[in-house]
T-cell receptor, first 113, second 117 residues
Framework: KAGVTQTPRYLIKTRGQQVTLSCSPI?????VSWYQQTPGQGLQFLFE???????NKGNFPGRFSGRQFSNSRSEMNVSTLELGDSALYLC????????????FGQGTRLTVV | AQSVTQLDSHVSVSEGTPVLLRCNYS??????LFWYVQHPNKGLQLLLK??????LVKGINGFEAEFKKSETSFHLTKPSAHMSDAAEYFC???????????????FGQGTILTVHP
């Protein structure tokens, strides 16, 4: 069974640009969540999608947005990039049923210059 | 609301000695608790999980954790450290509001484990 796949693995962007990150969950998983990891703030929840609907949202500005497609693949978009957006962005997929664990991808390392 | 506090940002042990990584949690509902490990430049790997069954949970690579509701703790232990255990460890809580397992996870700040030869 293939794991969670995130693309691209590394990305360098300039301030003011926008970026789109992609996540393909484990086959059959309908929940996809996104997290931002930085040395200062640790791992912070961005948002969760379930069956193409945003089910939960963290405390991030509106520049951060996402969507989920009918095949459960998810994309995350950050507009008007700031230096502080440099981080490792992790995607997690989760199966159905209560109390199941999340499986994480390798992450996308975004550097804003 | 849910929160997690990892009591040590760094733990240093010698190879072959016991490991203890401490975690306290706060949750409004019946929580699920997890320990994940992250090696440098890698994603997160699940070590073990507590989901309201046995309070002593065994995980991979010889790790185990005990859920203590009265102390709101979920400490991670291993009897004998190995060099390959050096990594960052995260204690994670997930609320189970109304019996539904939502995807939002709340992470502790992480504990960096160093293992000396």
């Amino acid at each position: 069974k293939a794991g969670v796949t995130q693309t691209p693995r590394y990305l360098i962007k300039t301030r003011g640009q926008q970026v789109t990150l992609s996540c393909s969950p484990i086959s059959g998983h309908r929940s996809v969540s996104w997290y931002q990891q930085t040395p200062g703030q640790g791992l912070q929840f961005l948002f969760e999608y379930f069956s193409e609907t945003q089910r939960n949202k963290g405390n991030f500005p509106g520049r951060f947005s996402g969507r989920q497609f009918s095949n459960s693949r998810s994309e995350m978009n950050v507009s008007t990039l700031e230096l502080g957006d440099s981080a490792l962005y992790l995607c997690a997929s989760k199966g159905g049923g209560s109390r199941t664990e999340a499986f994480f991808g390798q992450g996308t390392r975004l550097t804003v210059v | 609301a849910q929160s997690v506090t990892q009591l040590d940002s760094h733990v240093s042990v010698s190879e072959g000695t016991p490991v203890l990584l401490r975690c306290n949690y706060s949750s409004s509902y019946s929580p699920s608790l997890f320990w994940y490990v992250q090696h440098p430049n890698k994603g997160l790997q699940l070590l073990l999980k507590y989901t309201s069954a046995a309070t002593l949970v065994k995980g991979i690579n010889g790790f185990e954790a005990e859920f203590k509701k009265s102390e709101t703790s979920f400490h991670l232990t291993k009897p004998s450290a190995h060099m390959s255990d050096a990594a960052e460890y995260f204690c994670v809580v997930s609320d189970n509001a109304g019996g539904t397992s939502y995807g939002k996870l709340t992470f502790g700040q992480g504990t960096i484990l160093t293992v000396h030869p």
